[in-house]
C-alpha cells in the first residue's frame, strides 16, 4: 500500500525536476523524485502522529494531494514538452529510445535503458548480498531488530530502491501502470511458490514475459506500450489462477467434483445392499430421464459393481467388497 | 471570472459537480468508517474497463459514439462488480491478500481498460465520438451535460433516500455489525445495500474526478468532516457540504481555465480542506489541542 501511494507520490519531484532540466535521463530527476517520496512519508507520518485520520485515509490523501499537484504542475507547466498528462499515463517510450547514450563513437543504447540496467543490477547486488537481512527486516522485523539488525535502516534502503526504480520505469509505466507491473508478477508468482528465492525468480521471469508479450501486442494494436504490459501481466495472473496444476481453480474444481462422484457412488452401493430400491423415493431409477443417478449407475455397472436384472439391482461380490472397504476407510476416519 | 456563472453550460457543469460531491461525500463517509478505502480503489479503477467497453460494444452494434452517462454509468457499476466479486474470490481462495489484490485488479482491469481506450483512439482507424472518453483518467466536468445532469440526480436522489430510509439500521451495521447480527438482521442483505452504496457514491463522480482519484472525493470530505463532530449525522451531514463545495470549486475553476483536468483541481482544494479541519477543529484539531495543553 505504501509502495503503491509512493509510487504516485514521486511525480511532483519527477514533473518539477523535468522542468528545470528538461532531460528525461538527468540524474536530477532521481534526486528530485527521492525528496518528493521523503516529503510524502514526512507528511503522512505527520499525519499519522495527530492520531486524527486512520492510517488508510492519512496515506491516501497525502499519495492523492501530491499526485494532483504533479498532474497539475504537467498539465499546466509542460504542455508542450515531452513530459505531457499523457506521459503520466503512459510514460513515453517513443521518445526514450531515441535518446541514446553515445561514449567515444559507441552508441551503447538508449539512455533509459542503461540506467534500467543499472538500477537492475543494484537491485540484484542489493538483494544477493543482503538476502538474510532484507528477508529478516521485511517478514519479522521483531527478530531482526533482537539479533541487532536495524530493520529500520533496510526498509528505508528498499523504499528507495523502489522509488529509483519508479523513476527509472517511468518511460515505460508512467505513473499510474508501475503500480501494477511491481503488485501483479509477484502476486502471480505466489500462487505457485512461496520460497523468497524463487518467487523472486518467477515474478521476474513473469515480468519480463509480460512486458515481451504486452509489447508485441502493442505494434499489432496500434496503441502505446504501457497499458498492454500491465495487462498481459494480469491475464498471466488469471492464466494461473485458472490454469495451475496444484492450485489452479480448474484442477481444484476437477477434485471436487471426483470426491462428490466418489462419495455418490459408494452411497448407491449402500442402498442397493440395503435393500432401500424397493422404495418409491429412490433416486436412482435404471430408466428414465437421464441424471446423475444414471450416470452414476452406469460408472457401477462398467466397474462392474452391480449387477441390472430387469428392475432390480443387486451388487456384485466386487462391489460388496468395494462397499466394505470403503466403510472400513471412513469408519477409520471417524 | 464569475460572471461566467450566468453562463447556462457552466451553471450545469457547478450544479451537477456540487450535486456529485454531496453524495459521494455523504457515502463516502460509510467507506471512511468501514475502513473501506481499498475497495473503493479497486471500484475506482475498474470502471475504466467498464465506461471503455460500454462504449465500445455501443458503437459496435450502432455504429454510433455515445458517451452519455446513461451508457457508461452502467459499464462503470458492471466492471466494479465483477472486480469486487473476483477480489473477494482471490482473497478467499489463495494465499494473496486484499492489498495485493488491488494490484492484481488494477494490471486486469484498469490496464485493458487503458489498453482498450487507446485501440479506440488510435490514430489508424479511431471511432467516431471518442474525443471526451480519456477524460474519465482524470476528469473533466466541462463535459457534463443535461442528460448526465438527470442521471447524476437520480442516482443521488436514490441513495440519500435510502440512506435516510434505512438510517438507523445503516449506523448500526457500520458501528456495531456483531450486535446488528445478534438482532436478527440478514448482514448479508445489508452489507449487499452499503457496498451498493458505496458503488453509487464512486460511478457517480468518474465524470469530474476521474477514475485516478475519485476515491480521494470519497474519503477526503469525510476525513475532513471527522474532525469536526462526533455524531454521525452531522458528520454525513458536513461531508456532504465540504464535497459540494471543494467539487463545485473545483470544476468551475477547471471549466474556466480550458485543459485543466477537473480531478486534481478538486484534490487540492479537499486536501486543503482536511488539513484546515485537522489544525483548526475546535477540540480535536491540532491548535486546539496545543492550546488546551498550554493553558
Given at each position: 500500500m505504501v509502495s503503491e501511494g509512493l509510487n504516485h507520490a514521486l511525480l511532483p519531484g519527477l514533473a518539477f525536476a523535468f522542468w528545470i532540466w528538461r532531460d528525461y535521463n538527468s540524474p536530477w530527476l532521481l534526486i528530485a523524485a527521492a525528496a518528493s517520496g521523503l516529503v510524502m512519508i514526512w507528511l503522512s507520518e505527520a499525519f499519522q502522529r495527530?492520531?486524527?485520520?486512520d492510517a488508510d485515509a492519512s496515506l491516501g490523501i497525502v499519495f492523492a494531494g501530491m499526485f494532483s499537484l504533479g498532474v497539475l504542475f504537467v498539465s499546466n507547466f509542460l504542455k508542450q514538452t515531452h513530459f505531457h498528462q499523457d506521459c503520466i499515463i503512459e510514460g513515453n517510450l517513443a521518445i526514450a529510445s531515441l535518446d541514446r547514450l553515445k561514449i567515444g563513437g559507441w552508441d551503447l543504447g538508449p539512455k533509459s535503458w542503461i540506467v534500467m540496467l543499472s538500477i537492475f543490477t543494484v537491485q540484484l547486488l542489493f538483494v544477493i548480498v543482503c538476502y538474510k537481512e532484507l528477508k529478516a527486516a521485511l517478514f519479522d522485523p521483531e527478530l531482526a531488530s533482537r539479533f541487532g539488525l536495524q530493520p529500520k535502516l533496510f526498509q528505508l534502503f528498499w523504499l528507495s530502491i523502489v522509488s529509483l526504480t519508479t523513476v527509472a520505469a517511468f518511460n515505460v509505466a508512467g505513473s499510474i501502470l508501475i503500480v501494477a507491473l511491481m503488485i501483479a508478477p509477484p502476486a502471480a508468482a505466489y500462487l505457485v511458490t512461496t520460497r523468497l528465492h524463487s518467487l523472486l525468480f518467477v515474478s521476474a521471469l513473469i515480468g519480463a514475459a509480460s512486458a515481451f508479450i504486452g509489447f508485441y501486442a502493442s505494434l499489432s494494436l496500434d496503441v502505446a506500450p504501457t497499458a498492454p504490459i500491465a495487462s498481459s501481466a494480469g491475464v498471466v495472473f488469471l492464466l494461473i489462477l485458472f490454469l495451475s496444476p496444484q492450485n489452479g481453480f480448474i484442477v481444484t474444481q476437477w477434485g471436487h467434483w471426483r470426491c462428490n462422484r466418489e462419495t455418490l457412488e459408494c452411497l448407491v452401493l449402500q442402498w442397493i445392499q440395503d435393500g432401500l430400491?424397493?422404495?418409491?423415493?429412490?433416486?436412482?431409477?435404471?430408466?428414465?430421464?437421464?441424471t446423475k443417478w444414471r450416470y452414476i449407475l452406469n460408472r457401477l455397472k462398467r466397474q462392474t459393481l452391480i449387477d441390472q436384472s430387469g428392475d432390480q439391482l443387486v451388487l456384485t461380490p466386487a462391489g460388496q467388497e468395494k462397499l466394505t472397504a470403503k466403510l472400513a476407510e471412513f469408519s477409520c476416519m471417524e | 471570472m464569475f460572471e461566467l456563472l450566468g453562463d447556462y453550460t457552466v451553471q450545469i457543469v457547478v450544479f451537477s459537480s456540487a450535486v456529485t460531491g454531496a453524495t459521494s461525500g455523504a457515502l463516502g463517509c460509510f467507506a471512511y468508517l468501514r475502513r473501506q478505502s481499498l475497495v473503493g480503489d479497486v471500484i475506482s479503477h475498474s470502471s475504466l474497463l467498464g465506461i471503455v467497453g460500454f462504449f465500445w460494444l455501443w458503437f459496435a452494434f450502432t455504429g454510433n459514439g455515445n458517451k452519455s452517462l446513461w451508457l457508461l454509468i452502467p459499464g462503470a457499476m458492471t466492471a466494479s462488480i465483477v472486480a469486487m466479486i473476483l477480489t473477494q474470490w482471490i482473497t478467499k481462495t489463495t494465499k494473496i491478500k486484499a492489498d495485493a489484490s488491488l494490484g492484481v485488479m488494477l494490471a486486469i482491469f484498469f490496464g485493458s481498460g487503458l489498453t482498450l481506450l487507446r485501440w479506440i483512439q488510435r490514430s489508424s482507424n479511431p471511432i467516431p465520438g471518442?474525443?471526451?472518453?480519456?477524460?474519465?483518467?482524470?476528469?473533466?466536468?466541462?463535459?457534463?451535460?443535461l442528460p448526465d445532469l438527470w442521471m447524476i440526480g437520480i442516482l443521488s436522489v436514490v441513495s440519500l433516500t435510502c440512506l435516510v430510509i434505512c438510517w438507523s439500521r445503516l449506523k448500526l451495521l457500520t458501528f456495531d455489525p456483531g450486535y446488528a447480527a445478534g438482532l436478527g438482521l440478514s448482514i448479508k442483505l445489508w452489507e449487499l445495500l452499503l457496498i451498493s452504496l458505496l458503488v453509487i457514491g464512486i460511478v457517480i463522480g468518474l465524470q469530474i474526478a476521474?477514475?485516478?482519484?475519485?476515491v480521494a472525493l470519497l474519503i477526503a470530505p469525510a476525513s475532513a468532516a471527522r474532525q469536526w463532530t462526533n455524531s454521525l449525522g452531522k458528520m454525513i451531514f458536513l461531508a456532504a457540504l465540504i464535497g459540494a463545495v471543494c467539487a463545485a470549486s473545483g470544476a468551475f475553476l477547471s471549466a474556466v481555465k480550458?485543459?485543466?483536468?477537473?480531478g486534481p483541481v478538486i484534490v487540492v482544494f479537499l486536501v486543503l480542506g482536511v488539513l484546515v479541519s485537522v489544525l483548526f477543529?475546535?477540540?480535536?484539531g491540532v491548535l486546539s489541542r496545543r492550546r488546551s495543553l498550554v493553558t
Open positions: 495527530t492520531k486524527l485520520l430400491q424397493e422404495r418409491s423415493t429412490f433416486p436412482p431409477r435404471a430408466s428414465g430421464p437421464f | 471518442q474525443a471526451g472518453l480519456e477524460n474519465y483518467l482524470f476528469g473533466m466536468a466541462a463535459a457534463t451535460t476521474g477514475v485516478v482519484l475519485m480550458k485543459g485543466m483536468p477537473t477543529a475546535p477540540g480535536r
